[in-house]
């Protein structure tokens, strides 16, 4: 009996629409929760490590300078570089680079020897937002970016709350060196399933018609990129940047001083103090995905873009006040779900802060929008660390450190306000 022939394979056409942008997103997601682990590995053995090398407060917050300023050096190049050389490659390198300096901080001694570590750190770690901003614009349209980079944003949470888990494990079994070698040798695995899994959407062989129609889907954008220095012409990247001038350096004091806080404060040591960073992250996951959605959703029921960002970042930089009593609260589990507040408000104020560039350029200038902004957080950090740590050393309090962390977003706000009345394309990118 002779076979029919088998049916010819239906088109990719006729098949169940994709949704590949997912995967994508989980692999941004991946890579920042390695990033964050990376960077707060110090943070943790900060107290431990200030006793051995004989490290003052003073000497701590210029070793978190050092990183924050070579961040921001970095950044003012790397967002540019993965607008020409593309994120395959780029973030490919990036995670190699950034993956051997946290493995080399097993090998200082002394206060410089980290300040060395750490500078090298932030310029490897620089290019992880630039290219995630990048690729989000990339691989979903404007309604969804909020949520994506809020998810993404989700991964500095995810970071922060292993780091608690498993960096005192390593540091007490093993020695503190191999927390950052441990830790440090994650990120290599990333590179095994993003170098085969990553290509722009409309060359890469898993995504659909119809979800390169959805990705596709908002208005036309101008294709000529925007050179990198007329970027300074345009207010919207000054809103962008001065958002993240006040807003990054508080977001580094929660990331370097918590734990430092925690340990004078409520006298948590390496053992004793996982939980109430688990805690304290797990509410910054909660915020950063709450943030973006919050406004995504008001833009699918049919608010305008510029209502819903601006009413995400009010609600959040409201949201912030309850910080300034974090010092004043003698009970450690209050404290620690008002810095958790904190940290839920600023991811929430990121996620939204970070979407503005999609909004507001064309795709291939994103990566050198968020790039610049990268570069003016962090130099608001390496100034904000130095006085952190002076004024703990001269006052030993937090007093005047919270002050600025309640009040700095919603400054924030006001400048994007005063700066950006609507959030529109520039009108030379329309």
């Not at 979903?140 to 005192?168: I, Q, S």
């Amino acid at each position: 009996m002779i076979e029919p022939e088998a049916a010819p394979a239906a088109p990719l056409s006729a098949k169940k629409p994709t949704h590949f942008r997912w995967v994508i997103l989980g692999l941004l997601f991946f890579a920042t929760t390695i990033n964050y682990l990376d960077r707060n590995v110090m943070g943790i053995l900060a107290p431990d490590l200030k006793t051995l090398f004989h490290i003052s407060d003073i000497d701590y917050g210029l070793i978190n300078g050092s990183f924050a300023l070579a961040y921001a050096a970095g950044q003012l190049v790397s967002g540019a570089l993965m607008d020409i050389i593309g994120v395959h490659g780029g973030f490919a390198i990036a995670l190699i680079l950034w993956s051997a300096a946290s493995m080399l901080h097993a090998l200082a001694g002394s206060a410089s020897g980290f300040r060395m570590a750490r500078a090298f750190l932030g310029v490897a770690e620089s290019p992880n937002f630039p290219a995630s901003t990048k690729t989000i614009s990339e691989w979903f349209p404007r309604k969804e970016r909020a949520f994506a980079f809020g998810f993404v944003n989700a991964g500095t949470n995810m970071g922060a709350l292993l780091a608690p888990a498993v960096v005192p494990w390593l540091a007490i079994k093993y020695g503190w060196q191999w927390a950052f070698i441990g830790t440090g040798g994650i990120g290599l695995i990333w590179l095994a399933f993003w170098l085969p899994l990553y290509r722009a959407p409309a060359a890469h062989p898993r995504v659909s018609p119809e979800e390169l129609a959805h990705i596709q889907s908002d208005p036309p954008e101008h294709s000529v990129k925007i050179p990198w220095l007329t970027l300074f012409t345009y207010r919207e990247a000054w809103a962008f940047a001065i958002g993240k001038f006040l807003t990054d350096s508080m977001w580094w004091f929660y990331i370097t001083w918590f734990p430092m806080f925690l340990n004078s404060n409520h006298k948590l040591d390496l053992q004793t103090i996982g939980k109430p960073l688990v805690i304290i992250y797990l509410m910054a996951d909660a915020g950063s995905i709450a943030g973006g959605w919050f406004s995504s959703s008001m833009i699918k029921r049919g608010a305008s873009v510029n209502r819903a960002r601006k009413t995400g970042l009010l609600i959040c930089a409201l949201a912030m006040f309850p910080v300034f009593f974090a010092q004043g609260i003698a009970s450690l589990w209050p404290a620690v779900i008002v810095m958790g507040i904190a940290t839920a408000a600023h991811q929430g104020f990121s996620s939204n802060l970070y979407t503005l560039v999609s909004d507001m350029f064309p795709r291939q200038s994103v990566a050198s929008v968020a790039g610049l902004g990268g570069t003016a957080g962090y130099i608001g950090a390496a100034l904000f660390q130095p006085f952190v740590g002076w004024m703990v050393q001269t006052t030993h309090s937090y007093k005047w450190p919270f002050v600025c962390a309640a009040s700095a977003y919603l400054l924030a706000f006001v400048v994007i306000q005063l700066l950006v009345p609507k959030i529109t394309p520039p009108k030379s990118t329309a």
